[in-house]
């Protein structure tokens, strides 16, 4: 099974599929878990300062046999780090965490709080070489274009909630437009909508032996879009990874795009209380 790769903005490559690790709170089970998805082959580990975990993917790193080189490590700074200085020094402390002297994609976590201050920290680590791309995470058409065209480096990445369900047609023009990867989060919308049993997804899953699951991976792998699945059991992480002997064809694409709402399962950025909620919330 080979894993394809995407080349972002500006050169450097990131695996399309990698392992997310929010909502692993324990820090053991975290551990357990990352160590798992590098045994199964994934190469890219998605965390977060805001999932508290950022020291349990570190060790398991460490533990590993795999090589810091060959891992693609993503980190996300939270809301109350936000501004040049605080955004800066979260960074250094990110990368303490994981153990790591270097990051490969670093991004803002959510479109609130000073994130131009944030911007400029992230622009000048990346242009002194410890972070090999940069990026936002929930930053929609609106805010995306207004920060790509106020800042020196195009965001090599947006990372955004992507599913069958909410498939991002609007965003990825203005994705498109510039230049920048979009990556999903919550790609299974974490079995929302009864998605792990949809009738069109397990169909189309049998004729090639696959589950709803791993369709609706493929179906995302084949719009190009980059996927963190996340999961906590191992013979799951296999499963998730399995999705690269198979290819949907046209009618199936389609019958996957109807089932787009165009809407979120999760959160409206655009609601006052969202910007409270997220404002609030210090680590
Ligand atoms: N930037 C952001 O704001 C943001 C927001 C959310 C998530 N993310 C990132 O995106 C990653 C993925 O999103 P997510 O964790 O929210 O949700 P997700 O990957 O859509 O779904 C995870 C859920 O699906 C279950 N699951 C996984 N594989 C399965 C399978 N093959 N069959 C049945 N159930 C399965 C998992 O259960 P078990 O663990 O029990 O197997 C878990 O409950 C996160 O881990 C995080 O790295 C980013």
Avoid at 26 to 31: A, I, M, N, R, T
Avoid at 155 to 166: G, K, S
Avoid at 245 to 265: I, R
Wanted: hydrophobic letters at 40%; glycine letters at 6%; aromatic letters at 10%.
């Amino acid at each position: 099974m080979t894993v394809a790769n995407v080349t972002l903005n500006n050169g450097v490559t990131m695996p399309q599929e990698g392992f997310g690790v929010f909502q692993v709170n324990d820090l053991k089970v975290c551990e357990q878990a990352v160590l798992d998805a590098l045994d199964v082959g994934y190469r890219l580990i998605d965390t977060a300062q805001a999932y508290g975990n950022e020291a349990a993917v570190g060790k398991a790193i460490q533990a590993s046999s795999v090589k810091r080189e060959d891992i693609f490590l993503t980190t996300k700074v939270w809301v109350s780090n936000a501004g040049y200085e605080l955004a800066q020094a979260s960074i250094m402390k990110s990368m303490d965490n994981l153990q790591t002297d270097y990051l490969d994609l670093v991004l803002i976590h959510q479109p609130f709080g000073d994130y131009y201050g944030t911007y400029r920290a992230l622009e000048e680590l990346y242009k002194v070489g410890k972070i090999r791309a940069i990026g936002v995470s929930n930053f929609y058409p609106d805010r995306y274009v207004d920060l790509v065209k106020n800042v020196s480096v195009t965001p090599a990445v947006n990372q955004l909630e992507t599913h069958v369900f909410n498939q991002r047609q609007n965003d990825r023009i203005f994705l498109e437009k510039y230049g920048t990867q979009i990556e999903s989060w919550g790609p299974f919308a974490e079995g929302k909508n009864n998605l792990f049993q949809n009738p069109t997804l397990t169909k189309i899953g049998q004729s090639y032996n696959k589950t709803a699951a791993q369709v609706a991976l493929r179906f995302l792998i084949q719009s190009g879009v980059v996927v963190i699945p996340k999961s906590t059991h191992k013979e799951r992480m296999q499963q998730n990874f399995d999705i690269w002997d198979f290819v949907l064809n046209e009618q199936e694409m389609q019958q996957l795009q109807a089932l787009d709402t165009g809407k979120s399962l999760f959160i409206d950025h655009y609601a006052g209380e969202t910007a409270e909620m997220f404002n609030d919330r210090k680590l």
